[in-house]
Structures are given as structure tokens and as C-alpha cells.
């Protein structure tokens, strides 16, 4: 079994920056690829980026491509997700998984309970 817990969502202007944190518990997450998902309310979890186990293939959502990036920590067993340039269609609750692989939620088996982020204009 995993654990994981976000932080480091809140408020920031359009434009800014935010640096998102999963942190795993359980087991080891650097042998699972991992994945970042967003959700706004009456929506779809929606994919945003993903990190496989060996770092080779990172896939990120057309729409935070070249502004988010996502990296990992594995001697804190922790997954990032470097935010840039943010803009209103941003807010969302941003939520991390792991054990699976894709673009589609049913692909993974551990999720944590989401950070919100919201990005004033």
C-alpha cells in the first residue's frame, strides 16, 4: 500500500509561480511511475502530467506543456509538480497518483487527497 499526501496548493496571481509536493509513505515510490491529475468541480479529473519509474517518459497535458514540469525526490519519496506561468483555467484541486500509467484515472491504483489551487487574474 502507498500513501499519498499534496501540499503546497493555494492562492496566486496569474502569471506566478507554485511548487506542488506528493509525498509518498508505505513503500518505496521510485519504483512506481507516477502521475498528476486536476479536477474542477461539475468536471472530469482531467490528466496533467505523468513521471515513469525510470524517468525516460514524462507526457504532460497539452495545455501545461513547456509552463509545469514534474520531477521527483526519491530519497524523500516525493513527487513535484513546478508550476509556471499559471493562469485562471489552472484552479483546480490538483491531486498525485501512482501505481498505473496513462492519461485515463482508472489507471492508477493510489491516490492522495487532493491541494487546492486557485489562480487569480
Known amino acids: 500500500q502507498v500513501q499519498l499526501v499534496e501540499s503546497g496548493g493555494g492562492l496566486v496571481q496569474a502569471g506566478g509561480s507554485l511548487q506542488l509536493a506528493c509525498a509518498a509513505s508505505?513503500?518505496?515510490?521510485?519504483?512506481?511511475?507516477v502521475a498528476w491529475f486536476r479536477q474542477v468541480p461539475g468536471k472530469e479529473r482531467e490528466f496533467v502530467a505523468a513521471l515513469s519509474w525510470s524517468g525516460a517518459s514524462t507526457p504532460y497535458a497539452d495545455s501545461v506543456k513547456g509552463r509545469f514540469t514534474i520531477s521527483r525526490d526519491n530519497a524523500k519519496n516525493t513527487v513535484y509538480l513546478q508550476m509556471h506561468n499559471v493562469k485562471p483555467e489552472d484552479t483546480a484541486v490538483y491531486y498525485c497518483a501512482a501505481g498505473g500509467w496513462g492519461s485515463l484515472t482508472a489507471g492508477y491504483t493510489y491516490w492522495g487527497q487532493g491541494t487546492q489551487v486557485t489562480v487569480s487574474s
Open positions: 508505505g513503500r518505496t515510490l521510485s519504483s512506481y511511475n
